[in-house]
């Protein structure tokens, strides 16, 4: 069996319903650190999780994760590598 990891392209950038999930999607998203998106957000601003980049600019307000960063802290967190 695949880990949650493994499933991730190599590099790119993930958005935060890639990070956190959306079952609300069609089809689910499922999570792969399993906490809600505020929490997320604020662990981001107290900088427990890594920060976001913006893409298309700096007044640009699409945010994305970098997936080594993503990566990295599943791993900092035990998870599989």
Not at 45 to 60: E, M, N, Q, S
């Amino acid at each position: 069996m695949a880990t949650i990891t493994s499933q991730l392209p190599e590099a790119g950038f993930l958005r935060i319903w890639h990070i956190v999930g959306n079952p609300k999607a069609n089809p689910p998203i499922p999570a792969l650190i399993p906490i809600g998106r505020t929490t997320f957000l604020n662990g981001v601003k107290d900088g427990i999780y890594p920060a976001p980049v913006r893409l298309g600019g700096p007044k640009a307000r699409t945010v994305a994760w970098r997936v080594e960063d993503i990566r990295a802290l599943i791993k900092s967190m035990g998870g599989d590598a």
